[in-house]
Antibody, heavy 123, light 108 residues
Framework: QLQLQESGPGLVKPSQTLSLTCTVSGGSISSGNYYWTWIRQPAGKGLEWIGR???????NYHPSLKSRVTISVDTSKNQFSLKLSSVTAADTAVYFCARGVDYGGNSLYFQHWGQGSLVTVSS | SSELTQDPAVSVALGQTVRITCQGDSFRSYYASWYQQKPGQAPVLVIY???NRPSGIPDRFSGSSSGNTASLTITGAQADDEADYYC???????????FGGGTKLTVL
């Protein structure tokens, strides 16, 4: 059974860089035609896609976050990571990692999610 | 367009049928996936593709699409179905992922 687990600091100061890692277990991050995604959810609000990475290294980012986001993958550790720079209080959210699937050429879905990691931006 | 629009809240009487909709230009080319989220939990995939349910999802959940609108139908809603529901798709160029704003379903 594939499992994903986020880890990283729960508190980040404004203007600093938020860093999270997602560890994948129960399967290889390199196998299959999947991509690895970060999604966040501010308290009481909806889901916001941050970006994704294929194991080839190819990335796509949310247009509004693109200038501040870097997603990377470490296949040797079966992990992928998120860095979000110059954070403000608006970046306070629960951050989820998830495995994405492109299905049938005309849809996509996320079946496997981490439990989520709350990151608070505050001095 | 880069948006998916959902009604913020919907209610349904126990045992009745409810449809949750999601509007967006991407649905003219792509199918929606749908997620159920309960407080403090990660989202759970309930529908993907044209109308596919992952293993373990009850068959009272179904999906459909027409024009720029995707729908999630729950036939015979149960108390356990009370949750937030999110639709998800690509943008019309296919490069980015979109989520709807979510619909809070109340089962009366």
């Amino acid at each position: 059974q594939l499992q994903l687990q986020e880890s990283g600091p729960g508190l980040v100061k404004p203007s600093q860089t938020l860093s999270l890692t997602c560890t994948v277990s129960g399967g290889s991050i390199s196998s299959g035609n999947y991509y690895w995604t970060w999604i966040r959810q501010p308290a009481g609000k909806g889901l916001e896609w941050i970006g994704r990475i294929y194991t080839s290294g190819s990335t796509n980012y949310h247009p509004s976050l693109k200038s501040r986001v870097t997603i990377s993958v470490d296949t040797s550790k079966n992990q992928f990571s998120l860095k979000l720079s110059s954070v403000t209080a608006a970046d306070t959210a629960v951050y989820f990692c998830a495995r994405g699937v492109d299905y049938g050429g005309n849809s996509l879905y996320f079946q496997h999610w981490g439990q989520g990691s709350l990151v608070t931006v505050s001095s | 367009s880069s948006e998916l629009t959902q009604d913020p809240a919907v209610s349904v009487a126990l045992g009745q049928t409810v449809r949750i909709t999601c509007q967006g230009d991407s649905f003219r080319s792509y199918y929606a996936s749908w997620y159920q989220q309960k407080p403090g939990q990660a989202p759970v995939l309930v529908i993907y593709g044209k109308n596919n349910r992952p293993s373990g999802i009850p068959d009272r959940f179904s999906g459909s699409s027409s024009g720029n609108t995707a729908s999630l139908t729950i036939t015979g809603a149960q108390a356990d179905d009370e949750a937030d529901y999110y639709c998800n798709s690509r943008d019309s160029r296919g490069n980015h992922v979109l989520f709807g704003g979510g619909t809070k379903l109340t089962v009366l």
